[in-house]
């Protein structure tokens, strides 16, 4: 039987999930440790797949920026120490899966609100409608837009540096709080504050 992994880092919980066809088999969740960082994650996740069975693919939505062209997390807006962190890479030794390849990834991670909206835009109450603009509200704010590619199906869009659709991190107070992206009153620093 081949398995797939959903893996799912928020700011304040993570799930992992096991599919086996269009069936989920197991789920977990746990709030996550924000003085952990990455090495707490993932010795977490490795604690809960101990004694599942393996899997041959996994999908990663981190809830927060990713470069996505390099397959990194670019950092963490609300948990510090992930900043340019090779979390794919690391899922998959922890898997043992193949390194990761541009033509056929094994491991793949997008920021969480991209991999919702493109889930909605597939297989949810957006498809068929696109262009789509998928919003999160939780430990932060996200977004996710999908338009149609050339040949007419689903695709992300990312804009020049991933963050496209990053409604979270647009200036609306320029003299309110710092946020951890660098920036100053950021919506979702405003969301928190």
């Known amino acids: 039987m081949s398995y797939s992994l959903a893996i799912d880092i928020g700011g304040t919980k993570f799930s992992v999930a096991l599919f086996a066809g269009g069936s989920m088999e197991r789920r977990a969740s746990r709030a996550t440790n924000r003085n952990g960082g990455p090495e707490w994650m993932l010795a977490e996740i490795a604690n809960i797949l101990r004694d599942w069975p393996a899997c041959d693919r996994c999908g990663i939505g981190f809830g927060g920026p990713v470069d996505f062209a390099h397959q990194r997390v670019a950092l963490s807006t609300h948990v510090g120490g992930w900043q340019d962190f090779p979390l794919v890479e690391r899922i998959a030794e922890m898997l043992h899966l193949p390194a990761v390849s541009s033509l056929t990834p094994s491991v793949i991670i997008d920021n969480d609100a991209n ?64 946020c951890l992206c660098g920036a100053r009153g950021c919506l979702e620093r405003m969301h928190t504050v």
Do not use: Q
Request: net charge negative.
């Open 115 to 178: 991999a919702g909206a493109l889930g909605e835009a597939i297989y949810g109450a957006g498809r068929g409608h696109l262009p789509l603009f998928y919003m999160t509200l939780s430990t932060g704010i996200g977004g996710g837009i999908v338009i149609k590619d050339p040949l007419g199906n689903g695709a992300v869009y990312r804009g020049a540096d991933s963050w496209a659709g990053e409604i979270g991190h647009l200036t609306i107070r320029p003299d309110g709080p710092e």
